[in-house]
């Protein structure tokens, strides 16, 4: 390039960048403080663009994308290489700024307003994996890294087949009598548990022939008791005697507990087609038995079909979806199964579209047990109790009778926990990751923790939250994983996707883990292994993650030292800890920390752990990863968790949860294209 | 797209109206022995995988007093029943009285490094996503136009089981498997029941076929049908819901046979009894107690065993633990102490106390594959005197190999143990070396290569998977998927395999009857 284009192309970027600027500043608000507490009316049909070959479209997830990376090859790329073979990928919005400010040659970029610096920061934590991060993390757990432009489109909304504990737990609310478990055992095993993807088993939506043949002999096989229960006849069938067939009695099924089933009313074409099956088998319980069989069936009840909206501003890619779509929509959101009568009532009366009712329905679903169930089920697969490894150790490391309990308690530790600071006493997440309240009831966590069952705390020198406690740090083995205590916290606490060694080139030795030896502690071990370049690109987040819990043994005890056995229990040699670590949760802003009391309560305060926190109830919720198209929702929920934070008001886990069916896009689909 | 015309279909072989109570079954329990001894048997594929790092020398016969046979440059054998004492370490001598049936391969590589724990390798050669479906898919949909039967053991401790049978892949999709041995007995020989394989017509589990079912079957169809032309559909969903529709479309092909069949207007069933005397029941899966993992794989193989017995399936694959940090103890297996995570602690094994404890371990699977392989062998064809096994080819495999010495992810090498010959079409009972000869010492050691440096490499897995392919009579068009060879090809194909000719288009040399 020549000097004289090089002037020319700078004044050019530089009005283009004045008009990007002015139009950004005034296009974008962190929409924070523009949301109501209940924002039904949040955002109203004529904040939607009116679609994407219209004047003035709505930014999207790729527009975003395409700013932050226009902007990044703009101001950027003359040092750090063109975007997509760029040296700072991953780097935060923090990190950025304290660039600019700190290295003198990229001060002529404090120009930069800060939201095109998020937005650098958004494309360069996104770029290539298809999974944009859709936050900007400052650092500060009082700045809400989502930003939210009004006029933008919901994230998608995808047809998604019912979760196999949907699909059990919806059967079991409709015929609470007659699925009993127990006598379906055969069937209910028969169907595909659903594949876990990163931590949850809610984005599985594959079909199989194993699911269709599970679906086909379970529905036939209800159906049959259910036509053979008098109760059952009499009250959802109204029709006393089935052997004679009917069409009032076929329409007031239909219309009836038909609907609950169907969770909408059928149309005119499924009344024909199911009136043909009813019509076509001349006996008539046999066709009941065939028509209950065939809707429990069909697609309508099987997936989570939204096909009723109403087209936003002539869009076809974009609706509000119908009364009934919605009330499905909170049922399993914050139930984990479809709606029951009261909230199918509740849609078709109408009282989902008034604000206060939809508001107290909602107090009603969230409260309600079902919904504890569900919610613990996000827990559990949140915090992984459920693959809790079970204690191998030898008797010389731990008791038979303590190993023996110990899995059990500290699930139920955990458990307890969570329902002691989401439901009993509606606390915080920041109560989560730093209670020194004691739950320990059984005699191994007792013994563990060096608490009697009625003590009100467990040591707080000692720990501090729920990644302090057992559950969170058993190994299988007497030695403890680093590296896995590590991923654990990144990946479920900080979200990152941390992908697995590429094996093809790495000398197969540094794979396995180091084996305690008594000239060297584990920590110089894997400092050692992991100091290559090629390993750093994660050890640097996985180490610090692992060495900063090394003051808990294999089974979670609390330990001052790292001790070496002999392999009958000896002890041979003893290392001393080293709990100093640079967390790397907020970039630069981090300081050291010693030790994982230190570190819950960083933890605690950042910004990058709440919005991980509410992007993972997202993820567990929609089945499916968020994107930057999610960003307002995200928003809106992230500003309810940490609501204490920046009022008088209190911040409450239960808040954010419930959240999820009020912030302004729930109401909306948005077509996946 | 398939033109699906089954309203009209229906019209014509139930009429528009059909009176019920139920006809009884309409699907023939049993195949006549006449039928059978007048039609040649069918042939079957059963792929085992029991996952982690190897140690390969285990696999291998012990050369030090064995010359091999030179057939080719870079093929040598050796007759398996001149081998004194164990066959191999991890065989011991367990497969003794099979000896002549069987076929051990030394120097099959991967052609990229990529397989990391990745069980679908060992029927594609690479990793999903590389590939579109397995062989298994390949095979059984060319044999019998369904679907193979998919089996994984899930770990009795591992709560948080995955679904998926992991080696089995269609269309880009990990198969749905099963885990529950009495589960998949209770489908294939309910009294009703009996589709072949997974996918069989038995759509019901403990009620009866019926033509209600055809009917149900049909309008859930129809249901399908109508929402997926929907403008609101996305194509995604479109996708997904074709996929419901093709699946629904095969049951009630299943059906339609079953009821065509019964009402005489397809010449009738066939009729042998086939009634198993033990069936499987309560299988342990939820049981919680390590040892019961034994008991679970025996009543895997048991149900391979009676389901290619009684023509429920040609195709099945298992894989024998679901990778996952959390698999289960093994300390139950004689030989295995201390802390005994299949994954961790074994399945890396460095020392050579956890080495021989993955010895134990291999040597516990080859026991259990030895029994179900001694069920196989009995006659089924008085004709040629063929046993099931014969008629039969069962590959165990593995997605990793390693070199002496080393325990990591590596794909080099992989330890390939076949049996039975696929009706005649491989030559059993030998051990092939499909690389260059190593010269002086190392020619006398079981891998003879040992680190990275020394190591010669011998050809693509592929080429087994063609080998198996045409073994089960298929041709190249068969499984080729637009260009030639099978399955996914890495990096490495040109730069380690390219003095290597023709392994993409023929069978492995020397292996055939």
């Known amino acids: ?673 | 797209m398939k033109n699906f015309n089954r309203r009209q279909f229906l019209k014509s072989s139930c009429g528009a109206t059909i009176g019920l109570p139920i006809l009884p079954s309409l699907l023939s329990q049993f195949l006549s022995e006449k039928a059978i001894a007048a039609t040649p048997p069918p042939l079957r594929f059963v792929a085992i995988h029991n996952g982690h790092c190897q140690a390969v020398e285990q696999w291998l016969p012990n050369l030090s007093n064995i010359n091999l046979n030179k057939r080719s440059e870079n093929v040598s054998e050796y007759n398996l029943s001149q081998i004194s004492g164990n066959l191999t370490p991890v065989l011991g001598s367990s497969m003794d009285s099979l000896r002549n049936k069987i076929l051990l391969i030394n120097r099959l590589d991967s052609t990229s490094g990529r397989p990391n724990h990745n069980a679908e390798f060992i029927l594609s050669g690479g990793v999903k996503g590389d590939f579109t479906s397995t062989l298994d898919h390949v095979i059984s949909q060319k044999l019998s136009g369904s679907a193979p039967l998919n089996l994984f053991i899930k770990s009795v401790f591992d709560e948080y089981n995955s679904g998926a049978s992991h080696v089995s892949v269609l269309n880009g999709n990990y198969s749905q498997g099963d885990f529950n041995p009495s589960v998949v007995f209770q489908r294939l020989f309910s009294s009703s029941g009996g589709g072949s394989g997974s996918t069989g017509g038995g759509s019901n589990t403990g009620t009866t076929l019926s033509r209600r079912d055809l009917l149900i079957a049909d309008r859930v169809y129809q249901d399908y049908l109508k929402l997926k032309n929907h403008s609101r559909i996305s194509k995604n969903d479109q996708t997904r819901l074709n996929q419901h529709m093709e699946l629904l479309y095969q049951v009630e092909t299943k059906l339609r046979a079953a009821d065509q069949s019964n009402s005489g207007s397809s010449g009738g069933g066939n009729t042998l009894t086939c009634n198993p005397t033990s069936p499987i029941n309560n299988s342990p899966v939820k049981s919680g107690i390590n040892s019961d993992y034994a008991v679970i794989i025996d009543q895997m193989f048991d149900v391979i065993e009676l389901a290619i017995k009684c023509q429920k399936t040609q195709v099945a694959t298992l894989m024998l633990h679901v990778y996952d940090y959390f698999a289960g103890n093994v300390g139950f297996i004689s030989g295995i102490s201390g802390s005994a995570r299949l994954h961790e602690d074994i399945g890396h094994a460095g020392d050579e106390n956890t080495r021989k404890m993955k010895l134990a371990l291999n040597q516990f699977f080859a026991q259990k594959i030895a029994r179900f392989l001694k069920n196989l062998d009995v006659l089924e064809d008085p004709t040629t005197g063929r046993t099931y096994l014969d008629n039969s080819l069962v590959l165990w495999a593995n997605d990793q190999g390693a070199l002496k010495d080393t325990n990591g992810h590596t794909t080099i090498n992989v330890p390939v143990f076949l049996a039975g010959s696929a009706g005649g079409f491989l030559k059993t009972g030998r051990y092939l070396d499909y690389g260059t000869p190593y010269s002086g010492d190392l020619a006398k050691r079981a891998v003879g290569g040992n680190e990275y440096g020394q190591y010669i490499y011998g050809r693509p897995y592929n080429q087994l998977l063609i080998t198996i392919a045409q073994a089960m009579g298929l041709q190249p068009s068969d499984y080729q998927g637009g260009s030639s060879g099978f399955g996914a090809y890495g990096d490495w194909t040109n730069d380690r395999y390219a003095s290597v000719s023709n392994h993409k288009t023929e069978i492995l040399p020397f292996i055939k009857g």
Request: charged share 20%; glycine share 6%.
């Open chain 1, 1 to 673: 390039m020549t000097e004289s284009s090089k002037v020319r192309s700078t004044v050019n970027f530089s009005l283009t960048w004045a008009l990007v600027s002015v139009v950004l500043v005034s296009f974008y608000t962190n929409c924070t403080g523009s949301f109501k507490a209940v924002s039904l009316d949040q955002p109203s049909s004529s904040n939607f663009s009116a679609g994407s070959d219209s004047p003035g479209a709505g930014s999207g997830v790729g527009d975003q994308f395409a700013t932050g990376k226009s902007l990044y090859n703009s101001n950027c790329a003359s040092c750090h290489g063109v975007f997509d073979q760029t040296t700072k990928k991953g780097r935060s919005f923090e990190s950025i700024k304290i660039a600019i400010s700190d290295i003198s040659l990229m001060n002529s970029l404090k120009s930069l307003d800060t939201v095109s610096l998020q937005y650098i920061a958004q494309a360069l934590n996104g770029m290539g994996s298809g999974n944009q991060s859709p936050g900007a993390y400052t650092g500060d757990i009082k700045t809400n890294p989502y930003l939210c432009n009004s006029s933008q489109d919901p994230g998608i909304s995808i047809t998604r087949r019912l979760t196999k504990k949907e699909y059990l737990a919806t059967l079991a609310m409709l015929f609470p009598s007659h699925f009993n478990t127990n006598d379906f055992q055969i069937e209910i095993d028969s169907i595909p548990a659903d594949s876990v993807s990163n931590l949850f088993s809610t984005s599985d939506n594959s079909v199989s022939m194993n699911h269709i043949q599970a679906y086909s002999s379970l529905s036939t096989k209800l159906a049959t008791r259910l036509i053979e229960a008098p109760d059952f006849l009499k009250t959802k069938i109204s029709c006393a005697d089935l052997n004679s067939k009917s069409e009032s009695c076929f329409n007031q099924f239909i219309n009836g507990y038909g609907k609950l089933i169907f969770r909408r009313s059928f149309d005119s074409d499924e009344i024909t087609n199911y009136k043909g099956l009813y019509d076509s088998i001349s006996d008539g319980k046999n066709a009941w038995i065939s028509l209950i069989s065939a809707i429990l069936q069909s697609p309508s009840f099987l997936y989570k079909m939204e096909l009723k909206g109403t087209p936003i501003n002539n869009r076809s890619d974009l609706f509000k979806i119908s009364n009934y779509e919605l009330a499905s929509r909170i049922a399993f959101t914050l139930t984990g199964r479809g709606p029951d009568q009261q909230l199918f009532s509740e849609a078709e009366s109408g009282q989902l579209t008034n604000a206060s009712q939809y508001n107290s329905i909602i107090q009603r679903v969230i409260s309600s047990q079902e919904s504890k169930n569900h919610l613990q089920q996000f827990y559990g697969e949140y915090f992984s109790i459920d693959r809790i490894p079970i204690p191998s150790q030898p008797d010389w490391f731990v008791s038979s009778s303590i190993r023996n309990s110990l899995r059990s308690e500290a699930q139920q530790e955990l458990k307890d926990i969570v329902e002691y600071y989401t439901w009993t006493t509606q606390g915080s997440l920041a109560d989560l990751l730093t209670t020194d309240k004691n739950f320990a009831k059984g005699p191994a966590l007792t013994s563990i923790y060096g608490v009697n069952s009625d003590d009100k705390t467990i040591p707080s020198n000692q720990r501090s939250g729920i990644t302090t406690r057992a559950g969170i740090l058993i190994s299988q083995s007497q030695n403890v994983s680093l590296v896995h205590r590590g991923l654990l916290i990144r990946r479920n606490f900080l979200c990152e996707k941390i992908p697995p060694p590429n094996f093809s080139d790495v000398d197969p030795t540094l794979l396995m883990a180091p084996a305690p030896s008594p000239l060297e502690s584990t920590r110089a071990q894997l400092e050692k292994r992991t100091a290559p370049a090629r390993c750093m690109t994660c050890h640097s987040s996985l180490n610090p993650m692992g060495f900063v819990a090394e003051n808990y043994d294999a089974i979670g005890r609390f330990r001052s030292t790292e001790k070496i056995f002999d392999s009958s229990g000896n002890v041979i040699a003893e290392h001393p800890l080293n709990l100093k670590v640079s967390p790397n949760i907020n970039a630069t802003t981090d300081k050291e920390v010693n030790g994982p009391t230190e570190l819950a309560s960083v933890m605690a305060k950042s910004s990058r752990v709440a919005a991980c926190f509410t992007e993972q109830w997202v993820t567990f919720s929609k089945g499916r990863d968020v994107t930057m198209a999610d960003s307002c929702s995200l928003n809106f929920m992230y500003q309810r968790l940490i609501n204490g934070e920046t009022n008088s008001t209190k911040s409450k886990l239960l808040d954010m949860f419930s959240s999820i069916v009020q912030e302004p896009h729930f109401q909306y689909r948005k077509l996946e294209q």
